[in-house]
């Protein structure tokens, strides 16, 4: 008999791919109608050549160093940058891992090492590093937004509904680690995940102990998601959108 | 129907007429758009006449769609790009006068946004899929209102500056007005009036063509001027000076037209002007929304421009520099380079052929203007021309260069919203009296007039100065004496 596909620490069922699968149709259906949309803008979009040179230097600094935001405010680019990073880090992480499970054979070379050797500590790491990560730039920005209600800042449903799930899906994913840590056979193996079995002891220390693994899995998966079915339509958009812009504008003045 | 209209009033030889005759034709945009009335078929032509239908311009109303085809996909991708930070609204001219969030750059945008979705989407409000999310049709009252807080803005290009995704939003402003000014909801009602002058007398002032060179003669006559320009049209010359309406027609700022004159004079230059066949560059126009008009001024200008076989334009109107400079070459390829005054005075005292000699003893602040700076980038030039001054002192205001506090002036704002723009120059007049300054230097007439009306409402104690009456007294020319002044008014 086949040896069951696994996402890491989680079995790859027929449901997770079909809901996969339909957040990702919706997602890319949400792409086709925004850039249909944009299509019917029809005048001339650059005046000039384009500048790979200027369009490199502007992905380097603007795009994955965000600069420009580190000259307005500090804290402001910590949060940007940490959400940035994180979910880069973690969707990177996550389509690895999906790639994996569904391109090589369970018992291939592979699958073996990322999903049971030492590629899964590599992921375990990975994944808890740009985790806390998206969650500290996550605080900063709730903090900014809801506690000290900063004056520029003006919110709206789309403003709230992204922050508050990559919030939940932050949340989930790590509730999930710990609870799968409190098993002792990752006992050898756990403090790969080391911010997970930070929470998974804290929570043992206060009572909360042995609840579903893959009850919370489903949560962080169904919060997720959402989210990928919705990132045209919400402010997530922008993560994909406006690194455009920047190396565009930077051609353009170049 | 409505812009072929437009098109053949442009193109025909219109009337030199005084300038109230002008207010009184029609209105440049209507709601009656063409969508009123479709073209008969041959079976209609043989029945009985069918009264055209009347749009419904009821505010509550659906409104015609927006004509997004005249924005660029890249334009409609920076709708998308906004990360709706805010920092915009840190910066923004009129937001800091009027803090409601639909005049900040991300309102507008955002607001923009979601009436091109309910037009244009493809869950429009129309469609079954709209109707089943609920998606409410875009009224009149909705374009009327966005509208009249698209055009509160200077188009000072801060936005851009201070955008951490640097999306491109003066163009985008532009592009949108042309939008609603092709719907017949723009310009606001108290700015048809300068789009209406100059489509009719290629200046917003609305005076006659063949009077734009009369401040050369006038200055002649009281010896402000050696000689008037020569007409570069029928003696070629190395240099055109493109004066510019402002200071071809306003009398309180002409000091800029005969300063430059002096100065081109004194280093010797092979230089010429259009005299009165010089037009309107078309800046007014782009900014308010109305490309047609704009389109056939910039097509003409460049023709002009173009035979005359010049190797530099200059112009003291940095409003004129940025569109010649920068939006011209969007449309048509020009065969010379287009230079400010300034930079050309600092090329003439390099090359020894400008002497600035008198010490001035003034302490003063420079004021960037938004389309000399932000928009052409030239930040370095005025304050190298300052630096060669003798006995001036120059002391920053605190916003400067790529940061300088805009006038007010541009973009249809000053005429649009006087009150705004009053209020918005009197912070500008604030920033430069906090230096001690006792001169307020900048580089275009335009700044000059709107900063001028900050100075007299605050009745500062600061004197409005252009950087050619700076240079003309380095070279020993004598500024304007209250004597000129007085025998203007």
Redesign the interface.
Known sequence: MEEMRMYLYFEATAVLYTLTVIAVLLCFAGIFTTVALWRKGKAKSLHHKLSLAAVFKAFITDVIFQVQILKISFVRWLMHFCIFIGFMGLLAQTSLMALISHFSAPDSFLAQSFFHGGGARVLDVWGDLFGVTLLLGLLIALSRRYVFRVQQLETIAKDTTSLVLLTVIGLTGFMSEAFRLMDPQYADVAWYSFAGMLLSQGMQAVGIGDMSYTFWVWVHAGASFIFIAFIPFSKAWHIFVSPIEIVLDASERS | MENENKEMMNESDIQEQPDTVVNDTAPVTSVESDSTVSAPSAESENTAAVAPVEPDTSAQAPAPKLP???????????L????????C??WCPAYDQDKR?SL?P??RA?QFRDI??RQ????NAGSPLGKLLGRKQVTNQEITDFAKDLYACSTCLQCHY?C?????TVELWE?IRECIVDTGFGPLPNQKDLVLKTQNYDNPWGQPRSSRARWTKVAKKKKRINTVPKDISKNKAEVLYFVGCTAAYDTNVEEVGINTVNIFDAAGADFGFLGNKEKCCGSVLLRMGDASTFKRLCRENTEQFNDLGIKTLVTSCAGCLKTIKEDY??HAKLNFEVKHTLEYVVDLIKAGRLKLTQPLNMKITYHDPCHLGRHAGIFDAPRELISLIPGVELVEMERNRENARCCGAGGGLKSGYPDMQNQIAQKRVADALQTGATELVSACPFCYQGLQVGIQAMDAPIKMRDITELVCMAIGKAPATEEDLQEKD
């Not at chain 2, 951490?164 to 491109?168: G, K, Q, R, S």
């Open positions: 997004i085809e005249k924005l660029s996909a890249r334009q409609m991708l920076e998308d790009a906004c990360t709706r930070c805010g920092e609204s840190n969030e900040t991300r309102g955002t091109i979705g244009h989407g493809v869950f201070v951490p995704v640097a999306i491109d592009r070459p969007k």
